[in-house]
């Protein structure tokens, strides 16, 4: 396969999710970043944020910019020396439609949900949301949902909003449109709601997807490491244990994952070294 990042071959990859796991606020993060440069090495943020929130934070955070990132959980990868996406799967925004139809007929708040096209948030402009996001300027703000679909031209992600009951229904919906999914907590758009969130993506969207690619490309003369904290990092993981790779699991991360990884490892027969850094 054809080398389409033009990066040099690096000694190993550090494939790292974000939230709760990379703390950009951590003010020996640059000199990290910088000795694993020096070593010929490279850090891949993967995560669910689009690739325009990541460029924001690290910007913000003074640090430095690694050369690829991965957005909206696997279905964008984006080079940053280049400035452009190198992969970009889309949604077809016809189901799209159809699948908000749903969510709203059925009791959901347009409030609620945010699309993405890789690089920004569309959201419905309120007070709520405008709180959530303080002030980044990786959102776009409509007056209702259809002028955020009209405003998208690419969809990359959808997440809705609610009640466990509520995501878990849609989330049934989404897999008879064939599409990937998954469930978390949030704090969106309003942290006194104690709400749930919904990931949905085109099919065969995941973090181990893009983890795989990028290792194909490169072939990194060491291997890699996939470091994480959720549910949404178990296909990286897996991918990870597949190729005989390590993975590191945050020390706070629920003990149900933990479980779910060391099993996953053990049925594969690999000799796998776990370390559960501080969270």
């Known amino acids: 396969m054809p ?21 950009l606020e951590d003010k020996k993060l640059d000199n990290i970043f910088k000795l694993i440069i020096s070593m010929n090495g490279l850090v891949i943020p993967v995560t669910g ?14 640090l430095k910019v690694p050369e690829i990132l991965v957005g909206d959980n696997g279905a964008n990868i984006y080079s940053t020396s280049r400035q452009q996406f190198l992969i970009k799967k889309t949604l077809d925004n016809k189901k799209v439609e159809t699948l908000i139809t749903d969510f709203i007929a059925t009791g959901g708040n347009q409030e609620n949900i945010r699309l993405t096209d890789g690089s920004s948030i569309y959201a419905i402009d309120s007070p709520d949301v405008r709180k959530y996001y303080k002030k980044s300027k990786s959102v776009n703000y409509c007056k209702n949902i259809q ?34 999914s998954d469930i978390g907590a949030t704090k969106f758009p ?12 085109d099919k065969n969207i995941n973090k181990g997807e893009a983890v795989k690619l ?30 005989g790779m390590m993975i590191g699991i945050m020390e706070d991360s629920p003990e149900a ?10 049925s594969k027969h690999k000799r796998q070294s776990y370390y559960h850094p501080q969270g």
């Open 257 to 266: 994952l933990k479980t779910k990884m060391k099993t996953y490892a053990g």
């Open 49 to 62: 944020r689009t690739v325009g929130d990541i460029l924001e934070s690290l910007k913000k955070n003074h």
């Open 190 to 201: 309003n942290a006194n709601l104690q709400h749930y969130r919904l990931d949905i993506a």
């Open 147 to 180: 002028e955020a679909l009209e405003s998208i031209p690419e969809i990359t992600k959808i997440t809705l909003a609610g009640t466990q009951e509520q995501m878990q229904q849609m989330a049934e919906y989404s897999q008879k449109m064939n599409f990937w």
């Open 3 to 23: 080398n389409k990042f033009q990066i040099k071959r690096p000694r190993f990859i550090i494939f790292t999710d974000k939230d709760g796991t990379l703390n």
């Open 214 to 243: 990028i290792n194909t490309i490169l072939k990194p003369a060491y291997g890699y490491i996939c470091i994480g904290n959720g549910e949404n990092d178990i296909s990286m993981f897996k991918q990870s244990i597949d190729d």
